[in-house]
């Protein structure tokens, strides 16, 4: 019987928060709030992933990102009439994110120490340039200008179902002898590997399935806002992902949700809050008030607790 609380009590959140979305109880900004905490929620378990429980620094999220939106969002766009182009574009978006990661990944995580930050820095770049300039390929993807007309079709039951999916997916892989693989190499790579684990095929697949999660985010993002510009997708935004894992805590998938709300809530709160003349002063309180969370408690807000 306990074991069926878990999904009761998923059934039941689920139930509250479609009775507010259709009793108009939240207006539509604040839905929109929310299908967005899902959204990076999904997008900062992917990097709890490969950093929390891996071991291996990643700073091309926004680029996996933004990939995913795009890639999901052209077919869209181009076949908007097509019955079965969600799931089409919704798998498009997840297969090519996981498979650049697995290109990226295979020469370099042959490697130890922190080339993957070096190549992902590096492929983050080039990302936001081909972003930037992808009008000159193909003219619907907008370039510098931002690509418009996507459909909407992001709402709270796909949000939801992809979100409680990554997240038992997570917790099952952490528990599994792949997840305990995972934490052995992010204690020690050359331990793990003395033990008889294939440290490359560990970090490339952690590597693979956290940039896919990326993709599925990129691809949600794209479908609620219907608008995608490359400043969306640029460097400090896998920043911004990255500082999410810290404060909820690395290898923590309860810390990771959390933190994800937190973040979310001070950055429109600060929006709200603040006059417009002071609104982009926004950007200088929250890293202040995580750089004191930070030195209160280094271990993030729930450590390595579930």
């Not at 509250?16 to 900062?44: S, V």
């Not at 130890?112 to 770049?125: C, H, K, M, N, V």
């Not at 039951?157 to 528990?175: K, P």
């Not at 003395?194 to 896919?212: C, D, R």
Request: aromatic share 14%; hydrophobic share 55%.
């Amino acid at each position: 019987m306990k074991k069926v609380y878990p999904f009761l009590f998923l059934a039941l959140i689920y139930l509250i928060l479609k009775a507010l979305f259709l009793t108009n109880f939240l207006n539509p900004y604040l839905q929109q709030i929310i299908l967005y905490i899902g959204i990076i929620i999904i997008w900062a378990l992917g990097l709890n992933l490969i950093y929390g429980f891996s071991g291996q620094f990643s700073l091309g999220q926004a680029a996996f990102y933004g990939i995913g939106a795009y890639a999901g969002a052209i077919l869209t766009k181009l076949f908007p009439n097509s019955i079965p182009i969600i799931p089409i574009s919704l798998l498009t978006s997840v297969f090519i994110s996981g498979l650049i990661a697995l290109l990226i990944g295979i020469p370099v995580l042959r490697l130890r120490s922190d080339y993957l930050a070096i190549a992902t820095l590096g492929f983050s770049i080039i990302a936001k340039v081909l972003f930037d300039n992808g009008d000159a390929f193909l003219t619907q993807l907008g370039g510098s200008r931002g690509m418009l007309g996507i459909p909407k079709y992001t709402n709270l039951e796909i949000t939801y179902l992809f979100l409680i999916s990554v997240i038992i997916l997570m917790r099952n892989l952490v528990s599994s002898k792949y997840g305990r693989a995972l934490l052995a190499l992010k204690d020690d790579e050359i331990t793990a590997g003395v033990m008889g684990i294939n440290t490359f095929w560990y970090k490339t697949f952690a590597f693979a399935l956290g940039s896919s999660f990326a993709g599925l985010a990129g691809w949600l993002y794209a479908h609620l806002y219907t608008f995608l510009h490359p400043a969306n997708f640029e460097f400090l935004k896998s920043i911004d992902c990255l500082l999410i894992v810290i404060l909820g805590g690395m290898g923590s998938i309860t810390g990771t949700i959390l933190a994800a709300i937190v973040w979310v809530l001070l950055i429109e709160g600060l929006r709200v809050l603040l006059p417009p003349d002071l609104v982009e002063w926004r950007f200088i309180l929250y890293p202040l008030l995580l750089i004191v969370m930070m030195i209160r408690r280094p271990q993030g807000i729930m450590g390595k607790k579930r």
